[in-house]
């Protein structure tokens, strides 16, 4: 995606979950641990440059377990992005109740090229606070790899596989970026423009082999009808997963 060193990344003083990111500011917040990023930022800067996958796991772990308070606490500061990604649930399995909320329905798109389309839903479900970066980015991206090879946009060719794919292929890149972010000034280990590269595509590759192996049990390959709260719950729940799954290396 060649979004790394964007960002000097948060610092190790900052709160866990920013309170704009928090989907549960009615439960406490543990405080952050001490230079919470510095062992994995090491980590992390020594697998750019060497690409060790072990390094790469090392990082993982750190960052999972110290870098964002573990797994609850790292599903509480994506909450925007879980939010968004029940929205695009609700558009793509024609939720009445997101179509409501958006004044159309997805059957509205029909006939009109999928790159006006994908522009049409990203700017529709993306909100101002904080993340919508990465929302955009990884919906965008999502969307793109869903439609590849369709000219003209036609709801009918949204089959379950493709809903399931979009909602892997969102989440893995919000959690992608997310980490990116936090890598901060990791990346100026990557001597060259394709090391990062190669660095961006192996993390990407790990993220997305976890969040697959979580969440597509969750649907048994069809995606039905669940409402917002149930789709938050969802994602939530493969976060989590990925977690504990780092946090075990």
Known sequence: MGTSQSSPGAG???????PWADD?????????????????????????????PSSLQSALKQYASRGTGGASNASRRLGNITKAGASLYGLLTQSSEISQELGWSLSSLAGISCEVAIEKITQSLIASEGDSD????????????????????????????????????????????????????????????????????????????SVDAAMAPLFNDNPRPL???????????????VWLEWEGY
């Open 134 to 209: 990465k929302v955009r980015v990884a919906m965008n991206h999502a969307l793109v790899e869903a439609l590849d090879g369709l000219t003209e946009f036609d709801p009918s060719t949204i089959t379950s596989d493709i809903i399931i794919n979009t909602m892997i292929a969102y989440l893995t890149d919000c959690i992608f970026l997310q980490v990116l972010q936090d890598a901060g000034k990791a990346w100026i280990k990557a001597g060259t423009y394709v090391q990062a590269t190669k660095a961006e595509n192996d993390l990407r590759e790990v993220i997305k082999v």
């Open 12 to 18: 190790n003083k900052s709160p866990l979950v920013p």
């Open 227 to 241: 409402t917002r709260t149930q789709t938050i719950d969802l994602q939530r729940s493969v976060i989590e997963t």
């Open 24 to 52: 549960r500011p009615e439960q406490p917040l543990p405080n952050s641990p001490p230079q919470r990023f510095t062992k994995f930022r090491r980590d992390f800067g020594n697998f750019v440059e060497t690409g060790n």
